[in-house]
């Protein structure tokens, strides 16, 4: 016994730290080498307890109750070694469950082993992952938003398309109604116009016709004084008569009341030649009166002629006009029911986009931050 | 949802809309001069919609093939269809007012006829009118488009069709109707109950209506006909007017006809003789 104290102790003296360098040198700050140190300090209290009981004849059972109790004590030292990575597993378990609230020791982040490079990258990533989610939340709150946003905007957008549509398509159907009217001025003015075109020229043949007339008065005023001519004739004639009949005597009696009765027939015919005469006169003033007015009528006549003319004209101008109007709303409102159904699909895909973010939104409210 | 954009790249050409015009001409009267190209094409955009069909070639081969005889009859409601507005061309209902049921008698029931009545306010006006004096009286309202006689016949009008009309004559014959948060108002039974509102064509060679009219609106109606036309229509529809009875035409329309049976009695205003 004492020969195998003699090499056991001076052997663990000598083994125990070349086995404490390699330990160091294999498992640097691993929890192993914690292992291998906790094996050869286990080894060598074991080994001196034996020599202790040997040397002091102490009752073996004192010595199986010590190995027994350094086994226990170095069960629970590994026990507490090992708790944290209970502690680290619950953790990890909570951020599966989509929870981010966790603690982690400071104790634990400060040790050197692996478990502490877990527990330090567990509470970074958590750190991390906070920081990140928490921003995600935010950013998806705000896409929320704004695609609610979005959508109202893009809707309200696609009712006052479709209303500009439909007031656009309002407008060109009063400017068809306008056209038709406008067309339908046009023609009146057209036909008017062919109707005091002909006026004009019934007018005008109307003053030849009045012409004729003051050129047969004139005829006649000639004649007449043809009569009054003859009648004076006529009175020189019976003047001689009724003296040739006074030489006569009592046989040129009768014939002397013949020739005083043609005086006076002459002496009629020429106050009547007078009378004609100044009727004719009259008449004169008159036709020339008519002529005047008549060329008056011809001139107004001509004058509405050309005022309806220009009327027709600018009506068929007018017409082309509002039709180019009505052309140019016609591609109005096609442009604006183009914009009308692309603003409906707008809202149609703000809406889309609005789900979009809400169910992403909800998503990412399944971490638990706080 | 449906990208209804695809519809309204769509051009109507000349062929088609050739074929679309003569076939309007021919059984309806109205015009159609290439000038109206862009007109209807712009008016059968909806019909495009309604019908899925993204060209007018496939649309007109579609719509004159026996499968398209419903869509015609669409097509012609949109083609033909105008507005029109509460006691339009004023002096028409002054004139009645004023003039002729100031003096009429009491007893007698009125019949008019309020050809071409689109969505049906000249129909309603005639009737306020009429109510205004405590006449009797019936009216039977055509128009040519369906659609507007749906419209006609419902009597619901938005807030902005009534602007020019006086708030008494509003609170006596309309109901105010709110509906998705907009202001309508609804014709009340007391003039409906006196009208008849029903499809006639004026190029038809008889018409479904009284031979002994008291009054008869043939407004802005003549002047979407060739002058032909117009004669024709004329001289048939003052058939059913009773002697002495009125005829109004539109304030832009002008009777050629010298040989039809009327007498002038202001512009637009003619008595039956």
């Given amino acids: ?370 | 949802m449906v990208d209804k954009t695809k519809y309204y790249k769509a051009k109507l050409k000349e062929p088609d809309f050739l074929r679309i015009a003569r076939f309007i001409e021919k059984n309806y009267g109205i015009r159609l001069p290439l000038t109206k190209i862009i007109m209807v094409q712009n008016r059968l955009y909806k019909r495009l919609v309604a019908t899925d069909i993204t060209s007018f070639e496939e649309y007109v081969k579609f719509v004159f093939s026996p499968a398209g005889k419903l869509e015609l009859e669409a097509m012609v409601d949109e083609i033909t269809t105008n507005k029109t507005e509460f006691f339009r061309e004023k002096a028409h209902f002054e004139y009645l007012d004023k003039k002729f049921f100031h003096s009429a008698p009491r007893d007698k029931v009125f019949k008019i006829w309020s050809a071409g009545c689109s969505t049906g306010e000249e129909a309603y006006s005639l009737a306020i009118t009429a109510e205004k004096h405590r006449i009797k009286y019936s009216i039977v309202a055509t128009d040519l488009s369906v659609k507007s006689l749906e419209v006609a016949k419902k009597g619901l009008y938005p807030q902005m069709a009534l602007t020019h009309v006086p708030g008494e004559i509003i609170s006596k014959f309309f109901e105010k109707k709110y509906i998705d948060e907009k202001i309508f108002y609804q014709v009340k039974n007391l003039l409906k109950n006196h009208i008849k509102f029903y499809k006639l064509n004026l190029k038809s060679s008889s018409f479904n209506v009284p031979f002994d009219l008291d009054i008869i609106f043939l407004r802005n109606v003549l002047i979407y006909f060739s002058m032909e036309t117009q004669s024709q229509v004329l001289a048939h529809v003052i058939e059913h007017l009773s002697p002495g009875g009125l005829l109004f035409i539109g304030f832009s329309e002008t009777i050629y006809k010298r040989d039809l049976p009327l007498k002038r009695l202001g512009p637009s205003i003619y008595k039956k003789i």
Avoid: C, W
């Fill in chain 1, 1 to 370: 016994m004492e020969e195998l104290i003699k090499i056991y102790l001076p052997a663990i003296f000598i083994i125990a730290p070349i086995y404490a360098v390699i330990v160091r040198i294999l498992f640097k700050k691993s929890f192993l080498a914690k292992l291998g140190y906790t094996l050869i300090v286990l080894i060598i209290v074991s080994t001196l307890t034996t020599i202790t009981v040997e040397k002091l004849h102490l009752p073996k059972i004192i010595g199986i109750v010590l190995r027994v109790t350094y086994l226990i004590l170095t069960l629970v030292y590994l026990r507490t070694e090992i708790k944290i990575l209970r502690e680290l597993t619950h953790n990890i378990g909570k951020i599966a469950d989509l929870n981010l609230n966790i603690s982690i020791n400071p104790k634990h982040t400060k040790r050197k082993d692996e478990f502490g490079d877990l527990a330090r990258s567990l509470s970074k990533m958590q750190s991390q992952f906070t920081q990140m989610l928490s921003s995600l939340q935010n950013s998806s709150q705000e896409l929320s938003n704004t695609s609610d946003t979005l959508s109202s905007i893009s809707q309200e957008v696609a009712n006052s398309a479709s209303e500009q549509a439909s007031s656009t398509e309002e407008v060109s159907v009063s400017l068809e109604q306008i056209l038709a009217s406008v067309k339908s001025n046009a023609e009146n003015a057209q036909t008017a116009k062919t109707i005091t075109t002909q006026t004009s020229e019934d007018v005008e043949k109307n003053k030849e016709v009045i012409f004729k007339a003051l050129e047969s008065i004139k005829e006649i005023n000639k004649k007449i004084i043809h009569i009054s001519d003859i009648a004076g004739k006529t009175e020189i004639l019976s003047i001689n008569a009724g003296i040739e009949a006074a030489r006569a005597g009592e046989s040129g009696k009768g014939f002397a009341v013949v020739a005083k009765e043609i005086r006076k027939l002459s002496d009629d015919i020429q106050t009547l030649t007078v009378k004609i005469n100044n009727m004719v006169k009259e008449n004169l003033t008159i036709s020339r009166l008519a002529i005047n007015k008549l060329e008056m009528i011809i001139i107004g006549v001509a004058q509405s002629a050309e005022l309806i003319s220009n009327i027709a004209v600018a009506s068929r101008e007018q017409e082309n006009t509002i039709q180019q109007i009505n052309n140019a709303v016609l591609q109005l409102s096609t442009a604006t029911n183009q914009n009308a159904s692309s603003a409906e699909e707008m809202a149609t895909s703000a809406e889309e986009l609005q789900a979009l973010a809400q169910s992403l939104n909800e998503l990412i409210h399944q971490f638990k931050l706080h």
